[in-house]
């Protein structure tokens, strides 16, 4: 784990309140895999306190990509750094995905499409054609749709309003797509993970998730990101996770 100085080199506006934020950190980059995520102090000051997690969209080179929205003050101060500014970074940190038993199906919920990203790229360069499932309200929230195609995977949308792609949920049309031979990998809002593990426990299909959680300290100290166990007891987001089997855990 690096702990340290990382530059600034493009902060891209994607859509609104959403943005590809791209760092300098070749200590980061060599070694995550897909999957983990970093925490960001988003000033050089100690105001914000808590630094921020976010997931590797992407590494490119000694670049690191995240992709992320203004939700709060912190974001918005990060939306506003430009290149050449310098963050402080920490990380990679946490499990990432492991390799396929079956078809790997992505399934993205808005910013959850950020570590699949990621994923996609690594399951092609290990030989498999990931399909992937991006979902959103509207047309305007499918800005993941780039990063994926960059990737070269085949994606299929859904909006909640119909605007384009399936009309409704990406669950709906993981219900319609999904095979036994798939093995599926997820990310999105924890509703929507609820009725991914509950289709693919229907089906008997294995499942990965990517959950997010608030946390402080990113190493399994504070105890800040617990999550609740099916076998009882409690495991840690930043520690035992991001991601985790969709078996594991109380949704």
Not at 182 to 198: F, N, Q, T
């Amino acid at each position: 784990m690096f702990e340290g100085k990382a530059y600034v080199t493009a902060n891209v506006f994607m859509a609104p309140s959403t943005f590809l934020l791209k760092i300098k950190a070749p200590a980061v980059s060599q070694e995550a895999e897909p999957g983990q995520f970093v925490l960001l102090r988003v000033s050089l000051s100690y105001d914000p306190l808590l630094r921020r997690p976010f997931s590797i969209c992407r590494t490119v080179g000694e670049e690191v990509e995240i992709l992320y929205k203004v939700v709060g003050r912190g974001t918005l101060l990060l939306s506003e750094a430009g290149p050449g500014e310098e963050l402080e970074v920490m990380g990679p940190l946490g499990r990432g995905f492991t390799s396929p038993r079956g078809t790997p199906l992505l399934v993205a919920g808005g910013m959850g499409v950020a570590p699949l990203v990621f994923w996609a790229g690594k399951l092609r360069n290990m030989g498999y054609e990931p399909e992937v499932l991006l979902g959103a309200a509207t047309s305007g929230g499918l800005f993941g749709r780039k990063l994926l195609a960059d990737v070269g995977v085949r994606v299929e949308v859904a909006t909640e309003d119909g605007s384009e792609g399936f009309a409704g949920t990406v669950t709906e049309l993981l219900g319609r797509v999904l095979e036994p031979s798939h093995h599926v990998y997820a990310c999105g809002p924890r509703g929507m993970l609820r009725e991914v593990v509950a289709l693919t426990e229907e089906m008997e299909v294995p499942c990965q998730i990517s959950v997010e959680e608030v946390m402080a300290c990113g190493v399994g100290a504070c105890m800040g990101c617990a999550v609740r166990a099916r076998e009882g007891g409690y495991l840690l987001v930043c520690k035992d996770g991001p991601v985790f089997d969709g078996r594991e855990l109380v949704l």
